[in-house]
Each structure stands twice: as structure tokens, then as C-alpha cells.
């Protein structure tokens, strides 16, 4: 079971909107950025999002993060068949001076 | 172009060792944490480990600590994981991946170790 928790999965039709979010508590999210990982079948990991809601240099600014608190929500607009993929939040416990993910989020294009 | 290059995964029976290896290029390895994240079949993401730039600042993960040992080499621009003890829950594909603490930016393809008997 993950420290941090994600909807298993969320689905939209092409060119919607989905959002996923993630929830932890003060000793991770509360106290830390939020860093978001796309990772399509077979394939390694890719940044999405850093610092909470900065985008590196080649993500479309279709994707866009938030953090509230001890929440964060990775927002995907204009969905497109390619999105397709797991996406997953990331964090640093201070508690526990240890990294953590979310378990993760599968995202469907209807 | 920057690059990590991951290598020395393997099948090995429980209670064996593995010594997995990550070559970095395209940027300057010694002003850079890194860290070990894996995933087991079909599960999500795991960090692993982290080392910060000084060798004496290690991170573990509570399921690793005491089996695992990160470390690097600056001259050589390798990062290394020895993995002790090994157990049938350690099966994964380990990445190595570029830390800017925390988060990561770039990411190897992943070496696989496969724990049975």
C-alpha cells in the first residue's frame, strides 16, 4: 500500500479533461514538492511535472499541476489517444528521510 | 544528450547478490544526486535508494535498508546499487535516474532482476 494515494484509474473521451489527484499527509506532500512521471506501456518513466506545477522544457502545456496542502492533482486537458499511459505522483518524506510514489493512475481515452 | 545507462541485471536464486551499474553521460555526473527506483511486474513505482552528490549522504527504503548499498563513482560517472540477500520480492526492473530532490529528469530504460528458485 502506497504512502501516497491515487485513483486507480480515470477515463475520458478525446479531447476532455481528466484530473488525478494525490493524496499524502503533512510529513510528505504537506512539507515537500510534488513531482508527476508519465510512463507509457514498456517504457521507463518521463517527468511531467516538478516543483508542483512546473512543466520541464517539451511537456505540452496540456498537463498542468497543483498542490493544496497535504494534496496534489495532475490535470490533463484535450485528452488525445496518446495520453494513454500510468501516471504517477512523487515526494520526499521527511519523516522518514525516504522517497515515495503514488501507486499509480491509468488513464483511458474512451 | 544526457544518458543513464543501466546494466548488471540477472535472474539469481534467493539469498544471492547482484551488483547493478548505471553509466551516466551527456552531463556532469559529480554535481548530481541520484537515485534507484523499481517496479516489479505489473506493480508501480518504487524508490529504492538515493545518494546525494557527497558519497557520504545515502537514503534507503525501509525494504532495502541493510541489503542494499548505493554508491558512485565520480572518475568513472557510474552510480552502482549492491543488492545482498536477495529475495523473491526484490524482482523488478531497477532505473537509475537523475535526482534533483526530489524529483527526477532523466531516466535509464531499466535493468531486470529476476529473484527465484
Known amino acids: 500500500q502506497s504512502v501516497l494515494t491515487q485513483p486507480p484509474s480515470v477515463s475520458a473521451a478525446p479531447g476532455q479533461q481528466v484530473t488525478i489527484s494525490c493524496s499524502g499527509s503533512?510529513?510528505?506532500?504537506?512539507?515537500?514538492?510534488v513531482s508527476w512521471y508519465q510512463q507509457l506501456p514498456r517504457t521507463a518513466p518521463k517527468l511531467l511535472i516538478y516543483?508542483?506545477?512546473k512543466r520541464p522544457s517539451g511537456i505540452p502545456d496540456r498537463f498542468s499541476g497543483s498542490k493544496s496542502g497535504t494534496s496534489a492533482t495532475l490535470g490533463i486537458a484535450g485528452l488525445q489517444t496518446g495520453d494513454e499511459a500510468d501516471y504517477f505522483c512523487g515526494t520526499w518524506d521527511s519523516s522518514r528521510s525516504v522517497g515515495i510514489f503514488g501507486g499509480g493512475t491509468k488513464v483511458t481515452v474512451l | 544528450e544526457f544518458q543513464l545507462l543501466e546494466s548488471g541485471g540477472d535472474s539469481v536464486q534467493p539469498g544471492g547478490s547482484l551488483r547493478l551499474s548505471c553509466a551516466a553521460s551527456g552531463f556532469p555526473f559529480k554535481k548530481y544526486a541520484m537515485s534507484w527506483v523499481r517496479q516489479a511486474p505489473g506493480k508501480g513505482l518504487e524508490w529504492v535508494s538515493g545518494i546525494r552528490v557527497s558519497e557520504d549522504e545515502t537514503f534507503y527504503a525501509d525494504s532495502v535498508r541493510g541489503r542494499f548499498t548505493i554508491s558512485r563513482d565520480n572518475f568513472r560517472n557510474t552510480l552502482y546499487l549492491q543488492i545482498n540477500a536477495l529475495r523473491v520480492e526484490d524482482t523488478a526492473i531497477y532505473f537509475c535516474?537523475?535526482?534533483?530532490?526530489?524529483?527526477?529528469?532523466?531516466w535509464g530504460q531499466g535493468t531486470t532482476v529476476t529473484v527465484s528458485s
Open positions: 535516474a537523475r535526482d534533483l530532490f526530489f524529483f527526477m529528469d532523466v
Open positions: 516543483d508542483n506545477d
Open positions: 503533512a510529513s510528505n506532500i504537506g512539507n515537500n514538492s
